[in-house]
């Protein structure tokens, strides 16, 4: 299992046995589930209803794992839009995230997307900025939470 205290207890050789694959819905709904269930819902107080929708059926989704648990996920919508991005806790600021970000854009590339778009809480702007994503909209309010459009050109 993953430290409970902070990322810095987090080795490179754990780093290294993290693994990220294209998932579906039906597939591993559980292991998405157990991402964004203590990030969005109980960390975010997003509400089950906002939550969960019916674009995950639909939508490719990215799973990063570590000893076969659930630790960071994404979902890609038409291989246009990245959204529901979510670290466990424990692994933020490790590296996890942006290479769960990178492995989305390369699909979204690969299937003849010129461009990426996505809502960015305004907290992770920068993250977003580092892989870059520019900002195309003035802040606004997504369930209670700070936002702005962002874009990357492929």
């Known amino acids: 299992m993953p430290p409970k ?19 579906t819905w039906p ?12 990030v969005f819902i109980e960390e ?6 906002f939550e ?9 989704h990215l799973l990063a794992t570590y000893e076969n648990q659930p630790i960071a996920c994404l979902r890609i919508i038409h291989y246009q839009k990245i959204g529901r991005m979510a670290v ?16 989305a854009v390369s699909i979204c590339k690969k299937y003849g997307s010129t461009s990426v ?9 920068n993250f977003y900025r580092k892989a870059g994503f520019r900002q195309m909209s003035d802040e606004y309010c997504d ?3 700070p936002h702005v459009d962002m874009q990357l050109d492929l």
Request: aromatic share 4%; net charge negative; glycine share 6%.
């Open 5 to 23: 205290s902070n990322h810095t207890e987090i080795s490179p050789e754990m780093l290294s046995k993290v693994t990220i694959q294209q998932v």
């Open 27 to 38: 597939a591993a709904e559980s292991e998405l589930r157990a991402v964004r269930t203590p």
């Open 44 to 49: 975010q107080f997003v509400t089950p209803e």
């Open 52 to 60: 969960w929708d019916d674009i995950d059926a639909g939508a490719v």
């Open 88 to 103: 466990i806790k424990h692994w933020r600021g490790v590296g996890v995230g942006a290479a769960l970000l990178m492995e």
């Open 117 to 125: 778009r996505l809502s960015a809480q305004t907290h992770a702007i």
């Open 143 to 145: 369930v209670d939470i």
